[in-house]
């Protein structure tokens, strides 16, 4: 028999009880269970034939669209542990990941996606629905639906130049019969251990530990593990491994359908991470650039008399830009540590109105301090209801609701390296009916910043310029993620997967705060509900901050100083983005350590 060490090039994986606990075509039976699973089990053991086994079970079952959607969910969810790692990990090693399985192509293309592998490199038997979704037919000349399919597809696939050595992994007698083709056959027990696979591969595993010592050898393995940095700086944050790995995927076209299906499957989430509903004439977009990118694009839509409410380093740069590209920019000065008291930020719009716009950070990233919107927004709509508010929602969309009717939001932007968990490059915003009606009046808008052609390419799956795709790629996965709860045990459906994201980001302001109070310290912000859900700053009160950051830092955890003249006055820690509450509690206790050595 042959079988070859690490390295290898390329590792193939079967689907069904070997990527996800569960075999599909189980799921799909309902009444017909047990009559199909006898029949399946008869075929991985080898007492039936495949192609007479294949059609029946289809013809039996007549797999809808909205069935296969369901099955792809149930495949999501049952991931085998710790599989999302070991993919990313072998990504990360530079090994191309390859999905082959007998299994159903629009469910088990899901599973891939999740883990990041390219559509391209899934190997499945398409269906053929009507107009209604209704099943009509498979594809039957597909190699993967004949007896010997699987090997002669290996066959094949291990011909190609471009992937190399090729390791295979599965649970079945369809994946055993692969192994004269590949330079590695590994059966894998984590949900099924079939006596007779085991018997017959030279190398088992029973856990996806094991199973990557059969794939990677020793020095990739210590590469691939290498700690990670753990990123508390409120922004760039902590990225999981899986959305690094995203990025990695083949390069598209992005005038190519593929580019157009990618921003398909990010744009309906955009709804949800600002709060809009269709019918209000809201609309979204993404762009490439920098957060700021979209601050100038949101002040190149609106008249030039602007109030810009100025209480801390990024409301203060709405306040720069707007007076470098010309705009009449007033500044609303408010203390450091504080939200604008309404009262006299109305008078002001009044007395020295009308203005355009004004702007606001929502959460102003330097000094931990949030701006309740509600209330804003009320006061807005008594007092100056035809002004503008334009808000930078930056450490707080993705982080905390957003509704951009009951904050009365016309312009709200952020980036991907904050709230969102992701790299930096991306900027993201959406902009009301109003915001839109007005910003076609504007007369000099510029090119490349003009906010109504940056939302019309994203609308029209045109964007004016070429797009950084590797981060599209990574945010559709982080938005796909969140809506189905992937770090909160599961999710009900898109809402609740945000909703538990958000109450997780709450807990931790929690669990930071009372940590704080319990070492003596307290919040920077000058009152408890003005306390940022998503970024803590926190008095230093006396402790040494440089000596404690550099303490954790030596543990692999990355903290901020104060901004600015809060320098050793103050520290910050951004409890958003994928950061468990687990990673937070050894944040905390290593903080608690460094600052008890200090004190002693
Ligand atoms: C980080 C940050 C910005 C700037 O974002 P860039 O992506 O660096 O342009 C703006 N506003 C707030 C509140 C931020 O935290």
């Known amino acids: 028999m042959k079988d070859s060490a690490p390295p290898y090039d390329t590792v193939v994986f079967d689907c069904d009880s070997t990527l ?29 034939a495949l192609e007479d086994v294949y059609g029946l079970r289809l013809e039996r079952v007549r797999p809808s669209r909205a069935a296969l959607e369901r099955v792809a969910r149930r495949y999501v969810e049952t991931i085998v542990p710790g599989m999302r790692e070991l993919v990313a990990r072998l990504e990360r090693s530079g090994k191309r990941v390859l999905v082959v399985s007998g299994g159903l192509l629009p469910a088990v293309r899901e599973v891939a ?13 398409d269906v053929v629905f009507d107009a209604h979704g209704a099943y009509r037919d498979f594809e039957r000349s597909h190699p993967l639906t004949r007896s010997g399919g699987k090997p002669a597809l290996l066959a094949a696939l291990s011909a190609r130049e471009d992937l190399g050595r090729i390791a295979f992994v599965g649970d079945g007698a369809t994946d055993l019969e692969t192994r004269t083709h590949v330079a590695r056959f590994v059966a894998f027990g984590a949900v099924v251990r079939r006596a007779a696979v085991f018997a017959g591969a030279a190398a088992t595993a029973l856990t996806t530990h094991e199973l990557e010592q059969h794939l990677l050898t020793p020095d990739e393995r210590a590469r691939a593990r290498r700690p990670m940095q753990r990123l508390w700086i409120p922004g760039p944050t902590h990225v999981r491994e899986e959305i690094l790995a995203a990025q990695a995927l083949p ?20 709804a949800l991470l600002f709060g809009y509903r269709h019918g209000q004439g809201v609309r979204g977009a993404v762009a490439t650039g920098s957060a700021t990118s979209l601050m100038e694009s949101a002040l190149i839509g609106v008249g030039p008399r602007l109030l810009c409410v100025v209480n801390g380093a990024f409301a203060k740069r709405w306040h720069e830009v707007a007076r470098t590209i010309g705009r009449d920019a007033v500044s609303f000065d408010v203390a450091w540590g504080e939200a604008p008291d309404l009262e006299r930020l109305t008078d002001r719009l009044v007395k020295d109105g009308p203005f355009d716009a004004v702007t606001v950070v929502a959460n102003e990233t330097s000094t931990g301090v949030l701006t309740p919107l509600a209330p804003l927004a009320a006061a807005l709509r008594e007092r100056a209801p035809e002004t503008l508010l334009l808000v930078d929602a930056v450490t707080l969309a993705g982080g905390q609701p957003i509704d951009m009717e009951r904050h009365g939001i016309d312009f709200v932007l952020t980036g991907s390296q904050k709230a969102l968990a992701l790299p930096p490059g991306l900027a993201l915003c959406a902009a009301s009916k109003r915001y839109q009606e007005r910003a076609k009046k504007v007369a000099s808008r510029s090119w490349y910043l003009d906010p109504l052609r940056i939302i019309d390419g994203h609308e029209k799956r045109a964007t004016p310029t070429t797009p950084a795709i590797s981060l599209y790629q990574a945010l559709a996965l982080q938005l796909d993620d969140i809506a189905r709860g992937a770090l909160e045990g599961g999710a009900r459906d898109a809402a609740d997967g945000w909703n ?38 926190i008095a230093a009160n006396g402790i040494d901050v440089g000596r404690m950051s550099a303490d954790l830092e030596a543990a692999g955890h990355h903290i901020s100083n104060g901004y600015g003249d809060l320098k050793g006055k103050t520290f910050r820690v951004g409890h958003f983005g994928d950061h468990l509450e687990s990673d937070l509690e050894e944040l905390l206790g290593l903080a608690a350590e460094a600052i008890a050595r200090q004190r002693r």
């Open 251 to 270: 390069m598209i076209g992005h005038r190519a359908p593929q580019m157009d299906a990618l921003i398909d499957r990010i744009d309906p989430h955009l």
């Open 500 to 537: 538990k994201r958000f109450a997780r980001h709450t807990r931790m302001q929690a669990r930071m705060l009372a940590w704080a109070h319990a070492q003596g310290l307290c919040a920077f912000p000058a009152r408890a509900d003005w306390c940022s859900p998503t970024v803590s700053c």
């Open 113 to 125: 996606r999740a883990l990041g592998v390219a559509d391209r490199d899934v190997h499945a038997v």
């Open 20 to 48: 996800s606990a569960i075999e599909g075509i189980d799921e799909l039976a309902g009444d017909l269970r047990s009559e199909l699973a006898a029949l399946t089990e008869r075929a991985m053991n080898g007492e039936l």
